[in-house]
């Protein structure tokens, strides 16, 4: 068992700035790729990004992409989305999900719920105009 949490999230006005975290711990040694994914009210959750284990590759979603960074600390799983210029159609739960028993992360796999086996409950993010 992996278990994800995440913490960081708030209250932001558009322009502003937020720092996410999250924290998988479970399996000594091990270290996951993880990811970020949001879900805003009425709409289907939504892949953000996400960082291979080692750190080696970073992947966004469109709608981020030179707005967000995922970053991962030397506690190796433990993950950071630095989020700028933050818009109100950014509101949303944020999730952190940890991918502990596929295949690698990769383009074709990066942004597909069923890639990552362990989810964090979501924190709130909302950004008012």
């Known amino acids: 068992q992996v278990n994800v949490v995440e913490s960081g999230g708030g209250l932001v006005q558009a322009g502003g700035s937020l720092r996410l975290s999250c924290a998988a711990s479970?399996?000594?040694?091990?270290?996951?790729?993880m990811g970020w994914f949001r879900q805003a009210p009425g709409k289907v959750r939504e892949f953000v990004g996400a960082i291979t284990w080692n750190g080696g590759s970073t992947f966004y979603a469109d709608s981020v992409q030179g707005r967000f960074t995922i970053s991962r600390a030397d506690a190796k799983n433990t993950i950071y989305l630095e989020m700028s210029t933050l818009k109100p159609e950014d509101t949303a739960i944020y999730y952190c999900?940890?991918?502990?028993?596929?295949?690698?992360?990769?383009?074709?796999?990066?942004?597909?719920?069923?890639?990552?086996?362990?989810w964090g409950q979501g924190t709130q993010v909302t950004v008012s105009s």
């Open positions: 479970g399996r000594t040694g091990a270290s996951y790729s």
């Open positions: 999900a940890a991918a502990v028993w596929g295949p690698a992360l990769e383009a074709s796999n990066v942004d597909a719920a069923r890639t990552y086996d362990y």
